[in-house]
């Protein structure tokens, strides 16, 4: 099992020593993480690896998730996309439902403890049922800065009985009656999506996965829909390869209802061009993610619509230069002109990539800075101390 | 230099945990009004706290608000003006505040048009809380000193060289205070209070620190 000690030699000097002091001071503290489900999207992925080191700290920390019946599990879809922005149909039998549900969650979970996070919106309504000790914090990893009123209307009253909120950043906010502390989502450097890989590795995988090394490889991982814009990305790829002898390799999964539409789009557009290649994954596909950004000469993550985007990290990680849109936490990430750029049209993501791959020494030099910077600011160690810092914070 | 201290020197580093506050500019008459109505807190935030959240990699602008008014506004007049403001010149946060609006309200002023957010990312206010960790035993000579310091965490820095002074009261900063009191070491310890902590990274304020500190422990031993 990875344990605290093993992020020394990838973390920051001295951030260790962070974690273990703090850990002194919270050590028997119990902390609650609440989430509707344990797999799938990077929250899950990231609490997998934190609660077992907060336990190895001392800490008692549980993760418990929510359940119900499908009505349950449909109108949790339902509410979270009509909190990102899109119009979706809530009735107040579906909702009525929905906190029902929760009452019957509460009942079954032991909601004990010093600080409880309850993460996204699924468990949300838990907070009705709070025991008379203890914070209760919201931690909301996606941007509702523009939800749907009547989700808004729904979801507000339940957040404003928290202790605070916590969100990834300031612009993915509303207007609340508690406070709203931000945490930036990270990446595990030791996990399977971002460990080291040996190039033998690297090229066993690709090769399973049909994809060459013999040119270079420009590679936008993500979910085949109109937020990341693959289609996009094809006709960038259009401008750079009038010029360049390169590969586009599309990967990602079936994630969101539109997936298939796209797909097909994608696919139809292909058709002429061997060195497009798609690859649709599975949610699981980590080790193969991680092998297809370490090829990758350019990566990009052309996203028109934002999420925190935490691809971007991730590639950075490996040492690659990040072409991104900018929306969401891209922006965050990417530092403009020494880890990648962030850029606002199918042009001008074409434009970066030209300019990439004929100042090649600016890719090896980008890729370096890249990984520095997500050494310090985007790794879980960091998402760890800020965590145990709010812990101590509202306890005290 | 086997001077023994009166009192050890404890490193104490620290978690800067961030508030977002319910104001937002989206041009530069916004951000001098909310300026004037945003807690001290958040000016500190913006000004001091820059130091420690600044990497060198990126462009070195002084504070968050020249940061904006070049990257998101595109108005380099404006950002070279506020990034020639010193934080650590004044006494107060009052007075800092004083400053930078009145900078914001010359620049509006020979204006015709004021400078917006167009494919920019809106000025976000924020605050935060910092919670201190106590890091390792207390060095008790310069040589202990020496290697406490080059070991441990860039917060220490920040915590000992900034928000020592800025925010704590303590105006020769932690290090030189110790030194000279502790140590009764008086040259090394104005040297290091000399150190300019504006415009550059924790980083370089450490390396600063430890070439002062070499030179000392050299000059004792030959």
């Known amino acids: ?396 | 230099m086997n001077r023994r201290a009166k009192h050890p020197f404890v490193f104490t580093g620290c978690v800067e945990l961030r508030q977002a506050l319910d104001h937002r500019a989206t041009d530069e008459r916004e951000l001098l009004e909310r300026l004037e109505e945003v807690p001290a807190g958040s000016v500190f935030y913006h000004t001091h706290g820059y130091f420690l959240r600044h990497r060198p990699i990126t462009t070195a602008y002084g504070n968050d608000f020249a940061a904006w008014a070049a990257a998101h506004l595109r108005d380099q007049v404006l950002a070279e003006r506020l990034a020639v403001v010193n934080p650590f010149e004044f006494s107060t946060l009052e007075d800092l505040r004083e400053e930078l609006a009145s900078v914001i309200h010359d620049h509006l002023v020979r204006l015709s048009s004021v400078p917006r957010v167009e494919l920019g990312e809106v000025f976000y206010f924020q605050q935060s809380h910092v919670v201190e960790v106590t890091l390792g035993p207390g060095a008790e000579t310069l040589a202990e000193f020496r290697t406490g310091l080059a070991a441990v965490d860039a917060s220490a820095i920040y915590m000992h060289m900034v928000e020592a002074r800025a925010r704590l009261g303590r105006r020769a900063g932690d290090f030189a205070e110790w030194i000279r009191s502790s140590l009764e070491m008086p040259e090394l310890a104005e040297k290091i209070e000399r150190i300019d902590t504006y415009m550059t990274n924790l980083e370089k304020v450490r390396a600063r620190v430890l070439t002062l500190v070499d030179s000392a422990l050299e000059g004792s031993a030959a």
Request: with cysteine; hydrophobic share 45%; glycine share 8%.
């Open chain 1, 1 to 396: 099992m990875i344990g605290v000690e093993d992020y020394r030699r990838v973390a920051p000097p001295g951030v260790v020593d962070i974690i273990l002091t703090l850990g002194e001071r919270l050590r028997g503290r119990r902390l609650l993480h609440l989430s509707g489900g344990r797999f799938g999207g990077g929250p899950a992925e990231i609490l997998h690896t934190m609660v077992p080191i907060m336990t190895d700290l001392g800490i008692e920390a549980v993760w418990e998730i929510t359940g119900g019946d499908p009505a349950f599990y449909a109108t949790a879809t339902t509410l979270e996309a009509a909190l990102r922005g899109p119009e979706r149909v809530l009735t107040d039998e579906a909702l009525d439902h929905f906190v029902d549900m929760n009452r019957v969650n509460a009942k079954k979970l032991s909601l004990e403890a010093d600080l409880v996070l309850v993460h996204d919106v699924q468990p949300a309504t838990l907070v009705q049922q709070r025991p008379a000790s203890g914070r209760w914090v919201w931690r909301c990893h996606f941007d509702c800065s523009r939800p749907q009123r009547r989700a808004w209307s729904f979801l507000r009253p339940f957040v404003n009985q928290y202790d605070a909120a916590i969100f990834s950043l300031p612009a993915f906010a509303r207007r609340l009656g508690v406070p709203k502390y931000i945490i930036q989502p990270s990446i595990d450097p030791l996990s399977e999506k971002n460990r080291d890989l040996s190039p033998r590795e690297v090229a066993t995988i690709l090769g399973t996965l049909g994809i060459g090394q013999d040119k270079p490889i420009l590679l936008q991982v993500g979910s085949f829909n109109s937020a990341d814009d693959p289609l996009g990305v094809v006709n960038a790829y259009r401008l750079v390869k009038k010029h360049y002898d390169v590969r586009l390799v599309l990967a990602g999964t079936l994630a969101d209802p539109e997936g298939p539409s796209v797909l097909d789009e994608l696919r139809e557009s292909a058709q002429r061009d061997p060195d497009i290649l798609i690859r649709e994954l599975p949610p699981d596909a980590h080790i193969q993610i991680n092998a297809l950004q370490r090829a990758a000469t350019i990566v990009l993550q052309k996203s028109v619509r934002g999420s925190f985007g935490l691809g971007a990290a991730e590639a950075m990680w490996k040492g690659k230069p990040v072409i991104g849109g900018f929306v969401g936490g891209l922006p965050h990430q990417i530092v403009y002109d020494v880890t990648g750029y962030t850029v606002h049209s199918v042009e001008g993501a074409a434009f970066r990539l030209r300019h990439l791959l004929n100042n090649r020494e600016l890719i090896a030099r980008m890729g370096a800075a890249g990984r520095e910077h997500v050494r310090r600011s985007f790794l879980i160690t960091r998402h760890l101390v800020d965590y145990m810092a709010l812990l101590i914070h509202l306890a005290s």
